[in-house]
């Protein structure tokens, strides 16, 4: 069982920065990819960013590249994500989760555990 808890969210002007953190709980937090999503209201669950095993692989989302940088502190048991040039369509409820599938998990079902999420909101 692992237990994901974020943080940093906020309220933050179009431009700003932000950086989100999801400390795990276990001691088997090197053994799971690490994903970021984010839901908007009326809209999907996203995959923004996620960030293998090792932390030396990782993905981004169209829209995030260039601007969001994943990484992850497997001594820590946290994953963070640093978001730059924030726009307000970033505003959202952003979620980490674990997934302990092989390769690339990039739809939520591949996804074990999920924290609560914290609220990402950029202002025009």
């Known amino acids: 069982q692992v237990q994901l808890v974020e943080s940093g969210g906020g309220l933050v002007q179009a431009g700003g920065s932000l950086r989100l953190s999801c400390t795990a709980s276990g001691r088997t937090f090197s053994s799971y990819s690490m994903g970021w999503f984010r839901q908007a209201p009326g809209k999907e669950r996203e995959l923004v960013s996620t960030?293998?095993?090792?932390?030396?692989?990782?993905y981004y989302a169209d829209s995030v590249k260039g601007r969001f940088t994943i990484s992850r502190d497997n001594a820590k048991n946290t994953v963070y994500l640093q978001m730059n040039s924030l726009k307000p369509e970033d505003t959202a409820v952003y979620y980490c989760a674990a997934s302990a599938r092989a390769g690339w998990p990039r739809t939520t079902y591949e996804y074990n555990y999920w924290g609560q999420g914290t609220q990402v909101t950029v202002s025009s």
């Open positions: 960030v293998r095993r090792s932390g030396g692989n990782t």
